[in-house]
Nanobody, 115 residues
């Protein structure tokens, strides 16, 4: 099982960023993909998840309206799109597979928001 994420991103405040997570080695539609982030000096923060089987999503309340999860079953890739970026969105973003337990993590993608 592997979850391979896209590379580091630098954005201006107010811009958007889209991070990808390509899954391999398992049936992509049988597990949720969660998105978790960790800001500098902070703990892990769950952003929400997507069910690749039907595209159903759940968002943590603080991210509703500004974050979008998608999943492409033709390429086994999930995406998180964060809009209206601000300095507080600077963090390492992780995709995490789950079905009851969180068992495989992507390597993380550094997103830096700075003018």
């Amino acid at each position: 099982v592997q979850l391979v994420q896209s590379g580091a991103e630098l954005r201006d405040p107010g811009a958007s960023v889209k991070v990808s997570c390509k899954a391999s080695g398992y049936n992509f539609t049988s597990y949720y993909i969660n998105w978790v982030r960790q800001a500098p000096g902070q703990g892990l923060e769950w952003m929400g998840r997507i069910d690749p089987e039907d595209g159903g999503t759940q968002y943590a309340q603080k991210f509703q309206g500004r974050v979008t999860f998608t999943a492409d079953t033709s390429t086994n890739t999930s995406y998180v799109d964060v809009s209206s970026l601000r300095a507080g969105d600077t963090a390492v973003y992780y995709c995490v597979r789950s079905r009851g337990v969180y068992d495989y993590w992507g390597q993380g993608t550094q997103v830096t928001v700075s003018s």
